[in-house]
Nanobody
Framework: QVQLVESGGGLVQAGGSLRLSCAASGRTFSSNYMGWFRQAPGKEREFVAGIKWSGGNTYYADSVKGRFTISRDNAKNTVYLQMNSLKPEDTAVYYC?????????????????WGQGTQVTVSS
């Protein structure tokens, strides 16, 4: 059992920045893989970025590569998503997810635990 709580969403203008946080609690030892996904109204959940706790391997969707950075703080059991150069198309609810293992890092069904989501709105 793992609990994930996202925070840091908000309203920003295009070109601005936000940093999302995902605090993990419970049986965090099982959360070997962490991911950020986003979902806009009427659309499927979309992979944004992922990180492996051990080693810190990171993965990014092409749409955010070079603009977003995923990182983790082991002592705080927290994963971050630094979002720079935000675009209106980045507007979505952003979800933190965790899994003991993933075969395909961009597939939502690979992840066992999900946070409640935090809204990110980017105005033009």
């Amino acid at each position: 059992q793992v609990q994930l709580v996202e925070s840091g969403g908000g309203l920003v203008q295009a070109g601005g920045s936000l940093r999302l946080s995902c605090a993990a609690s419970g049986r965090t030892f099982s959360s070997n893989y962490m991911g950020w996904f986003r979902q806009a109204p009427g659309k499927e959940r979309e992979f944004v970025a992922g990180i492996k706790w051990s080693g810190g391997n990171t993965y990014y969707a092409d749409s955010v590569k070079g603009r977003f950075t995923i990182s983790r703080d082991n002592a705080k059991n927290t994963v971050y998503l630094q979002m720079n150069s935000l675009k209106p198309e980045d507007t979505a609810v952003y979800y933190c997810a965790a899994s003991s293992f993933v075969s395909i890092w961009y597939r939502p069904r690979e992840y066992d635990y999900w946070g409640q989501g935090t809204q990110v709105t980017v105005s033009s």
